[in-house]
């Protein structure tokens, strides 16, 4: 397998990322990243003037992470050009994309065309790792929105995932008063060996007013008309699962809630770090690609 990579798009943990893959010898050919400030200069960084000329230089396309917020256009914060998915999907032509949260459509129309495609965040080893910087986003987060400690605050997690099982972890390191909710009474015993508070999905609707902060992780409504009157009108809420989110935010908006949807926090709040994580994650599939 050659040394050259092509990187379109994405945000600074992508950036990061052509800085180590360059020390690491690669070539990297960019598009869509010319007004990123932090994008080493190299002469093995090659900024190309077209989507074409980016993709045809590399068999491996590395997109954003994740490739799409909207369903339509590939995400590229360091750019002014639009690149639908229609456009990327013409343009790579039996090349393979490693990008991140890549939609069951969008995979089915690549595959149908011959083109290979690796969903990052699918892999274990980078979902892992990435919980960690999403749990200390969410602190951070909870630590500027609040006029109090977070240390004695009553913390209510939505969900014990992996997200779930972090973010409790931390939080009960710095003295909150922890809670978490589950539906799987095998989850709810293990919330009660780690000395959090189970709150069982049956039971959310009755609990759901005595919390300080309400952190979300849970792919789907959770907090929805009917929940969110019962919450204290004082409590922050935070939500961190992706589109379309835990929390009906319009409806939490409109009863004066203060809610703060809160996506992508690993590239917000440790670029550097999660740039290394990619990296290693990139290195372990292009090591099995190799194999194949």
Request: proline fraction near 3%; glycine fraction near 6%.
């Amino acid at each position: 397998m050659d040394k050259n990579l092509t990187v379109i798009g994405g945000d600074l943990r992508i950036v990061k990322l052509i800085e180590m893959l360059v020390l690491d010898g690669y070539k990297v050919y960019t598009y869509a990243l010319e007004n990123a400030e932090n994008l080493v200069i190299d002469e093995n960084v090659i900024e190309c003037t077209s989507l074409g000329e980016a993709i045809e230089k590399s068999e491996i396309v590395i997109g954003p992470i994740p490739l799409s917020s909207n369903r339509k256009d590939i995400n590229t914060p360091f750019s002014s050009e639009t690149i639908s998915l229609v456009d990327l999907f013409n343009a790579l032509n039996n090349k393979k994309i490693i990008a991140g949260g890549i939609r069951d459509y969008v995979t089915e129309d690549f595959n149908a065309k011959n083109i290979e495609v690796i969903d990052l965040l699918e892999r274990e080893e980078l979902t892992v790792l990435n919980t960690i910087s999403t749990a200390e986003g969410a602190i951070q987060i909870a630590m500027e929105e609040t006029i109090s400690t977070i240390h004695g605050a009553k913390v209510l997690v939505l969900g014990f995932g992996r997200i779930g099982k972090i973010l409790s972890k931390m939080l009960y390191g710095i003295g909150a008063r922890v809670s978490c909710e589950a539906r799987k009474e095998s989850d709810i015993a293990w919330i009660k060996a780690y000395g959090y508070n189970p709150v069982h999905l049956n039971i959310l609707k009755d609990e759901i007013s005595k919390y300080d902060i309400i952190i979300n992780t849970v792919p789907h409504m959770i907090l929805n008309e009917e929940m969110l009157d019962k919450v204290d009108k004082n409590a922050l809420l935070i939500d961190l699962a992706s589109n379309p989110g835990g929390i009906d935010r319009d409806m939490a908006k409109r009863k004066g809630l203060k809610t703060i949807w809160a996506l992508s926090l690993p590239g917000k709040v440790a670029p550097l770090t999660s740039a290394e994580f990619i990296k290693d994650t990139l290195y372990n599939i292009l090591k099995e690609m190799k194999g194949m």
